[in-house]
């Protein structure tokens, strides 16, 4: 018997099962059983399996755990020269950090296993890389744009989305061990600044600008965007797939290591207005 664990990212709940293991292959058969039994089979892309140990689920990294940084480093915002054009739609990508993350865990057979406690039970081909760091980046882009020419009162409903969405959230916490909940912290605690991350959300603001007689003014809404993505040491993207049970891939079961790169659009936004005109 081997005790595990089952975690659900989305609401925190945790419960201990004992999974019978006369094979290395069969603890999966024996452990979707088990979350059939549960009513958990369904949803098992929210689910981390880890090793019971002293009767205690995973933890959650408290938010007083973290540092208290407000200041995040953003790269330069794009402007013209002129008013008959328009910035690029993003700005330059500014790496803030990249921190290692320990014993993150990999897909298998649809849950989440942290690869240490994977590698307890069988073994993994090929080897899974020995350091993983969590790389974060901002840049800013583009939620609205307008050349306007005076005299006139100028007004523009915004509407864009904030927030994390479900599946970056749900994918991102899985893989570092935590519930949704605890992700703002966990994050936090990894790149060194105060990271919140919400769920995806729509805002719609007004701006109303006034343009002068013989003026142009051209006006950015830049909106800025975090990026996180696992790299190795040398900061090339971690892009894995391996064979749980055996080296034969055939009969193996497919492992991996999900790394799109996931994106938090924050609620911080800049409203840029470059001015033209005869006497300028």
Do not use: C
Request: proline letters at 6%; zero cysteines.
């Amino acid at each position: 018997m081997k005790s595990v664990h089952i975690q659900n990212v989305i609401t925190g709940n945790s419960i201990k099962v004992d999974i019978p293991v006369t094979e290395k292959r069969n603890f999966f058969d024996n452990l979707n059983r088990r979350l059939k039994e549960e009513g958990l089979y369904g949803i098992k892309d929210q689910l981390v399996i880890s090793e019971a140990i002293n009767n205690n689920a995973r933890s959650v990294i408290s938010p007083t755990n973290t540092q208290n940084i407000t200041n995040i480093p953003t790269p330069a915002i794009p402007r013209t020269n002129s008013p008959l054009e328009i910035p690029p739609s993003t700005s330059e990508e500014l790496i803030v950090s990249k921190n290692k993350v320990e014993n993150p865990s990999v897909s298998i057979d649809g849950s989440y296993i942290p690869i240490n406690d994977l590698k307890n039970i069988g073994p993994v081909t090929p080897a899974f890389p020995n350091e993983i760091y969590l790389q974060f980046s901002t840049y800013w882009k583009q939620i609205g744009a307008a050349a306007i020419t005076g005299d006139q009162d100028y007004s523009k409903s915004v509407t864009f989305t904030s927030g994390m969405s479900k599946t970056d959230s749900t994918s991102i916490s899985a893989q570092l061990g935590v519930n949704v909940q605890g992700l703002s912290a966990s994050i936090s605690k990894t790149v060194g600044h105060s990271i919140t991350i919400n769920s995806e959300t729509t805002i719609t603001d007004m701006y109303d600008i006034k343009v002068s007689k013989d003026k142009t003014t051209v006006y950015i809404l830049w909106q800025l965007v975090q990026k996180y993505v696992f790299v190795d040491a040398k900061g090339t993207t971690i892009e894995w797939t391996g064979h749980f049970g055996t080296s034969i891939p055939s009969i193996g079961i497919t492992t991996k290591f999900p790394n799109d790169p996931r994106y938090n659009e924050s609620n911080i936004v800049y409203s840029d207005r470059m001015n033209f005109g005869l006497d300028l």
